[in-house]
Structure formats: structure tokens, C-alpha cells
């Protein structure tokens, strides 16, 4: 992304620009923390790199596509078919098991109805859910539907996964079972995964990462692997 300025109530007294002109370049591969205090620009930052919004201005570069330029339709198909969000609450269809919950991003990428329940159990197995996929969002703790989450985020088989505080709403040794999962999904399966979080310790478990404050970018350890010649976010 090049050059990114995000401003809301736009014309009027109150205008509130929350990203200052940030430039970056996400590697295909790379696992990267953004972290940022509570007001930092963070979140904003993070609704850019998922497409959820656009920018006032600037460019965004998507696996060559530039997302600033889409229409709404093209947005939630960039969406649903190249990013999996993973929230901090979760986010589930509380009316519908584990395995509808996993299939429904598949549901409407227009995959069959007998290759989405193969799919979704092969990766609730990944994540070690495959005995609780009859099981309701209720009756699962928070690292339960986290994972379920998780397998839910890989339904399409994205380009990148993005995490906003996976780890927030759960106890040490639940938040360490789902960041090891993020690392094999890096690791084994080749996925970009950038975290988004306020906490150091998670950020340093990352090979890069990159400080806003302010809306701006203020240290980034930068690169260390060998680029690709494709990009998932480029300048």
C-alpha cells in the first residue's frame, strides 16, 4: 500500500484524518505483527489491509489488484476469497455448529455442499475440533470456537490470514495452544498471517514488526526473507 490517508466525517468541522500517508509492503509468507496503543491507527490500518474499507486516499495493492479502486460487490469477493479474519470475538453464527460455521464462507464462494463438509472437517482436524463439529457456539469455551474460527478463516484457502487480537479474550495457556497454531499455518502451510495486537510478547513471536502511533508508522524491523515475485500488499 502507498501512501494510505484515512479520513472520516469528511468536509465537516469534526473531519478526523486517522492515517497519515503510510506506506507498506506485505511479503508473500511473512508473518507480521502491526501493533499500536488503543487510538494508534491500528484498527483503522487493519480494516485498509482486509478491505473491509477504502482510503481517502492512496493505493492498495492486493495480489496486483488494486482494492482502493473496487466497488462494494468486488470488495466482499476479494474478501470472502483471499483473506480469512480471525476476530477476538470470535464471531460465530451462534444458531449453527462448528462445521456450518467453518463451511458458510465456502457456502458463498459457491463450492458444492458435499466438497464444503469435506473441507470443513479436514480443517476443524487441523485444529484439533473434528469431535466437537456437531457442537453449537455456546457449548464451546473460548479457545474451542477460536480454533473453530480459525478453521473457518482457511475455508477458501486465502492469501492472507489476518488476526485482530486472536489471543485477547482467552487465559495464557489457551491464547499459546492458538498462536501455535498460527505459526504451523505459517510455517506449514505457507500462509501470510499479520497480527494485529497491543501485546510486545505476542508481537516478538512474529519475524517483523511494524509500530503505529499517531496514525503513522513508526518502526518497522523490516524484511528478512528472500521476496517473492508475488506480493500480497504492495507499494
Known amino acids: 500500500?502507498?501512501?494510505?490517508?484515512?479520513?472520516?466525517?469528511?468536509?465537516?468541522?469534526?473531519?478526523?484524518?486517522?492515517?497519515?500517508?503510510?506506506?507498506?509492503?506485505v511479503h508473500e509468507g511473512e508473518f507480521v505483527a502491526i501493533v499500536g496503543a488503543s487510538g494508534s491507527g491500528k484498527s483503522t490500518l487493519m480494516n485498509m489491509i482486509g478491505a473491509l474499507d477504502k482510503p481517502t486516499e492512496g493505493s492498495y495493492l492486493l495480489n496486483g489488484v488494486d482494492v482502493s479502486k473496487l466497488s462494494d460487490k468486488q470488495l466482499s469477493e476479494i474478501r470472502n476469497k483471499e483473506i480469512g479474519f480471525v476476530f477476538q470475538t470470535f464471531n460465530l453464527i451462534s444458531r449453527t455448529n462448528a462445521l456450518k460455521n467453518v463451511?458458510?464462507?465456502m457456502l458463498y464462494a459457491g463450492v458444492?455442499?458435499?466438497?464444503?463438509?469435506?473441507?470443513?472437517?479436514e480443517l476443524l482436524?487441523?485444529?484439533?475440533?473434528?469431535?466437537?463439529?456437531?457442537?453449537?457456539?455456546?457449548?464451546l469455551s473460548g479457545g474451542q470456537k477460536q480454533r473453530v474460527a480459525i478453521a473457518r478463516a482457511m475455508?477458501?484457502?486465502p492469501s492472507i490470514i489476518l488476526a485482530d487480537e486472536p489471543t485477547g479474550a482467552l487465559d495464557s495457556k489457551?491464547?499459546?495452544?492458538?498462536m501455535d497454531i498460527f505459526h504451523k499455518l505459517h510455517k506449514k502451510e505457507g500462509k501470510t498471517v499479520v497480527l494485529i495486537t497491543h501485546s510486545p510478547e505476542l508481537a516478538s513471536e512474529t519475524e517483523r514488526i511494524i509500530t503505529i502511533s499517531d496514525g503513522s508508522i513508526i518502526s518497522d524491523t523490516g524484511?528478512?526473507?528472500?521476496a517473492p515475485a508475488k506480493e500480497v500488499s504492495a507499494e
Do not use: C, F, W
Open 1 to 25: 500500500m502507498s501512501n494510505i490517508i484515512k479520513r472520516y466525517y469528511i468536509g465537516q468541522p469534526n473531519e478526523l484524518q486517522i492515517l497519515n500517508g503510510i506506506s507498506l509492503t
Open 103 to 105: 463451511e458458510m464462507p
Open 112 to 121: 458444492s455442499r458435499k466438497e464444503r463438509s469435506k473441507r470443513a472437517m
Open 125 to 139: 482436524e487441523m485444529v484439533e475440533m473434528e469431535d466437537r463439529y456437531t457442537h453449537k457456539p455456546n457449548e
Open 155 to 157: 475455508a477458501n484457502d
Open 174 to 178: 489457551t491464547g499459546r495452544m492458538v
Open 223 to 226: 524484511y528478512k526473507g528472500n
